[in-house]
């Protein structure tokens, strides 16, 4: 008979709960669909056994109309819910030409999980490949392809059973979890003190710690949290017990930037967030032109103190300018990254100083970069210029890509481009690259999430977007996106928690999570007061207000909807932009091929998030038009699940799909 299916198993900072069919990192529950966790349940349950691609497809599938590229996704899937990298595994392994095998941590003893007796079987499995020495698996025998189904037979009951339970009572509202000390380590930067009352020394010591956290986030094993987090925190308090509180960390790096002509001196304390300890307090003293060095030797000291691996890109050993074209560099980021303030005062401006500084040094990798980054923001924000600008951030990619191949602006660029021409397996893959090279690279992570949710793959967007909250935990702004992709998985009330915790720029997904909760008198006082809000600074807030409120009003009196409908009209003509209270009109469901096409444009433009009321789950009639079936055709999608899978919603039906 098969072995016992263990209630859990749990080692570092992960649980896989079999009993409740969840995986749990870092505290954390890791979105899961049914079939990823039977495979996560047949390998883990039988630890450095190896299961043919075969063994696999037969256990959990049935071997019936799936392609290897399903398996890959899956496991794709699996892995980033372990927190794995795929050219490093450290748990799960592929074998190439073979399968998989699933690897305990060395010397864990996790409680309640593999017996004994399992242990040895799983040792005598593999004296016996060494013995037979061809390399061959075996193929399983007719009891352990029984055991094989059990396993899975048992995980997939158990999801069904889960699945009737929460299909048949209203979901629970979940708390806002408490931030305490994270089982991940977890290291905020701390603002750099500049020694010195100038300006100049200012810059450079905002843009070094920003460049410090992007180094250290290479780090495998470590999560650090992002500037916009350290920031809000750090104007509260510096106080590691209330840092620990506010950003669930472990340890603390603070310490001060002194400049004396070309010399830096970095003067740093690693703290043990729990007891206030300084680990160590050390001087990093390098010339400014070598200061990625100077990032490395740090994040170096970083990961030894805390028994971590550096997981850090080969990148250039070339050295950068001296000490005033390092502080223009870092000044020019700074100003790229602004998310305040007109095109004209931010983008143009840095685009100008990189200019100036490729011309003072024409094989600067990084200006290059930061070049090409500022063309192809300043392409989103005027799009009348969108196709010129676009081509010459290409151009500056390439040329950054053969002077320094580990920077990951290029891969960034080539990847929005690939999912603008809806070329899906390469956008992917090089936001994955992208996202390798520089782990707190948000820009392409928020593209990552918004990819999956257009492709239709909601819960693993779900996941990405969850890692960059626990990443930066009192942003705003990832509250909102969490949110965003909450309602549009029909998760309301866990949805109105994250807005709860944004700030007035949600006010639009506030709006629409009230209209999905059915809680009217919340719209109308969203509509009639935040959308007046002079903080919103919504340029587009004053001719929007006036349809939003008389779509709040006739969603309790339907005989306001003819007015509503009319402000709709005034907005559509002075913009030509969709007003998305279309979605809700009671006869919405007539022009539903027409909104599919708007919203088709939508996402082209990248205009902004709204394209997922595509797949918003109260909005099913518009998945139900037969105009969707060639949104799905046309834009490559169906082709995409084809070849790697269907989302968890959606299954395959004649020559197209089903999407609940």
């Keep these: 008979m098969p072995p016992p299916q263990p209630a859990n198993l749990a080692f570092d900072d992960v649980v896989i709960d079999f009993a409740g069919r969840r995986l749990l990192r870092g505290g954390a529950e890791q979105p899961l669909e049914p079939k990823a966790f039977a495979v996560l349940s047949l390998l883990a349950c039988a630890p450095g056994q190896v299961f043919t691609r075969d063994d696999i497809l037969d256990a959990v599938w049935g071997h019936r109309h799936v392609t290897p590229g399903v398996l890959n996704r899956v496991v794709t899937l699996l892995r980033h819910a372990l927190g794995e990298d795929a050219q490093h595994p450290r748990l799960l392994h592929t074998l190439h030409g073979t399968g998989y095998r699933f690897d305990l941590p060395a010397r864990e003893e996790a409680a309640d999980s593999v017996t004994l007796q399992e242990e040895r079987r799983v040792q005598s499995d593999r004296r016996a490949l060494e013995v037979d020495g061809s390399g061959a698996i075996p193929a399983p025998s007719g009891k352990r392809r029984l055991w094989l189904i059990a396993v899975v037979v048992a995980a997939l009951l158990a999801a069904v059973l889960a699945w009737w339970r929460d ?25 750099l003190k500049a020694i010195g009352n ?197 151009q500056e990619a390439a040329i950054t890509q053969r002077l320094d191949p580990s920077l990951p602006e290029p891969y960034f660029l080539q990847a929005t481009a690939a999912c603008r021409d809806n070329r899906w397996e390469p956008c992917l893959a090089l936001l994955a690259k992208t996202t390798t090279l520089a782990p707190n690279f948000y820009p392409a992570r928020y593209q990552q ?68 909760r059915k809680d009217y008198a919340a719209a109308v006082r969203i509509a009639e007061q935040d959308l007046g809000n002079e903080a919103l600074r919504d340029t587009e807030a004053g001719r929007l207000k006036a349809s939003y409120v008389a779509s709040s009003r006739a969603l309790v009196d339907p005989s306001f909807w ?83 899978g269907f989302p968890e919603q959606c299954r395959p039906q004649d020559e197209g799909a089903v999407c609940d």
């Design 562 to 644: 003819p007015q509503a409908e009319a402000e709709m009209r005034t907005f559509e003509a002075k913009t030509g932009l969709l007003n998305f209270n279309r979605v809700l009109m009671p006869d919405a469901g007539n022009h539903a091929a027409e909104l599919i096409h708007k919203l088709d444009v939508l996402r082209e433009r990248s205009y902004s998030s709204w394209d997922l009321l595509l797949w918003t789950k109260d909005l099913a009639y518009l998945r139900r038009d037969p105009a969707f079936q060639d949104y799905l055709r046309d834009n490559g999608i169906l082709a995409y699940w084809k070849k790697h």
């Design 167 to 191: 299909a048949s009572s209203p979901p629970p509202v979940s708390p806002a979890p408490k931030a305490g000390p994270a089982t991940m380590p977890t290291l905020v930067v701390m603002p």
């Design 449 to 516: 999430a918004m990819t999956m949710s257009q492709l239709g793959y909601l819960q693993q967007a779900e996941a990405i977007v969850r890692e960059d909250v626990a990443r930066d935990p009192i942003n705003p702004g990832k509250r909102f996106t969490l949110g965003r992709i909450l309602d549009t998985l029909g998760r309301h009330e866990d949805a109105r928690a994250q807005f709860e915790r944004s700030d007035i720029f949600a006010v639009y997904g506030r709006w629409f999570n009230a209209v999905w």
């Design 198 to 394: 100038d300006g100049a020394g200012r810059e450079l010591a905002d843009g070094l710690g920003e460049e410090l956290i992007g180094t250290l986030a290479q780090i495998d094993g470590l999560r650090v949290i992002a500037r916009e987090s350290t920031v809000i925190a750090a104007a509260e308090s510096t106080d590691p017990t209330r840092l620990t509180q506010r950003l669930g960390i472990t340890h603390a790096l603070e310490g001060s930037l002194q400049q004396a002509g070309q010399h830096l001196r970095i003067r740093l304390r690693l703290i043990e967030a729990g007891s206030g300890r300084a680990l160590w307090a050390r001087d990093f003293d390098r010339d400014a032109t070598e200061v990625l060095a100077l990032q490395r030797e740090i994040a170096q000291a970083v990961a030894t103190s805390l028994t971590l691996k550096m997981g850090l890109t080969a990148g250039s050993t070339a050295k950068s300018g001296d000490a005033e074209f390092l502080r223009r560099y870092l000044a020019a980021q700074a100003l790229l990254r602004s998310r305040q303030g007109a095109v004209d005062r931010t983008v143009e401006p840095a685009e100008a100083e990189f200019r100036a500084l490729i011309r003072e040094r024409p094989d600067d990798a990084r200006a290059h970069a930061g070049l090409a980054s500022a063309l192809g923001t300043r392409a989103y924000r005027r799009p009348h210029l969108a196709a010129a600008l676009r081509a010459e951030a290409m």
